[in-house]
């Protein structure tokens, strides 16, 4: 059964060495998520899933340990799912090496929820992950969330993903008139815990508005089913045009 969840964005800014000098702009976005998964933390889960949006091949289930890296941005960090495996040989600071999880490795949202719960040292409950294809609709992601919550007689969530990309004119995906008015109610449903307006979110509308986050929020939803939680908003804005939420159920 579902106990508690935090969602967080999961832009690879989030990590201050992809972000260079640009770091200190979401350190408010970085405290926040911090407090999310202190939530977590405190629900003492038997079993902690980390859901985000993945392209192929990035899809699909992660065990504990897999690996994770922001090598692509230029700087030299790895991170893992969770404690790695005993045994494994993982190297000090997860910075460099290859995950004992498997060969696969994690997409770059769950890449960037690897790092938050390094961050916070997390060390609570086993972690899995699950990457959700962007074209999965939404009574697929509810049957999903359904199974997750399933999984253990004490469930957290650590859901990532973005809202519109489309909020300003040099956001990723320019400007588009309808992206506030998204952010603004998936921010509302969000902070509530309104599973029905999470249900309801327009799948199509958020692909056309780069919302990373609409999947894994339906998968939440399913989840929650029949599990009574409350919602608090921790963080709602727009830096670089793209919409960031943080928001903890309990």
């Known amino acids: 059964m579902l106990v508690a969840a935090a969602v967080c964005p999961c832009p690879p800014l989030l990590v201050p060495e992809v972000a260079a000098g640009a770091a200190p702009e979401l350190d408010a976005v970085r405290a926040a998520c911090a407090d999310a998964l202190g939530v977590l933390a405190a629900a003492r889960p038997d079993l902690l899933l980390v859901v985000g949006p993945a392209e192929r091949p990035g899809r699909g289930v992660f065990p504990q340990g897999s690996r994770g890296t922001f ?3 230029g700087v030299g960090i790895d991170v893992h799912l969770g404690a790695t495996l005993p045994g494994a040989g993982r190297p000090e600071g ?3 090496g290859d995950g004992p999880g498997g060969e696969r490795e994690l997409p770059g949202s769950l890449a960037v929820g690897a790092w938050l719960l390094e961050r916070a040292g997390w060390a609570g409950a086993p972690v899995e992950a699950l990457g959700v294809g962007e074209p999965l609709e939404a009574e697929r992601c ?6 997750l919550a399933g999984r253990a007689a004490r469930v957290a969530m650590l859901v ?4 519109s990309a489309c909020r300003t004119l040099k956001a990723p995906g320019y400007l588009d008139e309808r992206a506030a008015p998204f952010d603004a109610e998936a921010a ?9 307006a999470i249900r309801e979110l327009d799948a199509d509308l958020a692909y056309r508005l780069r919302a990373s986050g ?6 939440l939803a399913g989840a929650a089913e029949d599990a009574g939680l409350v919602g608090a908003l921790l963080y709602d804005d727009a830096p670089y045009g793209v919409g960031y939420l943080v928001a903890t159920w309990s």
């Open 71 to 73: 090598r692509g941005y």
């Open 94 to 96: 997860g910075r460099t």
């Open 142 to 147: 509810l049957t999903t969330g359904r199974e």
């Open 160 to 163: 990532m993903g973005d809202a």
């Open 188 to 196: 509302r449903a969000l902070g509530a815990a309104d599973l029905a």
């Open 214 to 219: 609409r999947a894994p929020w339906q998968v």
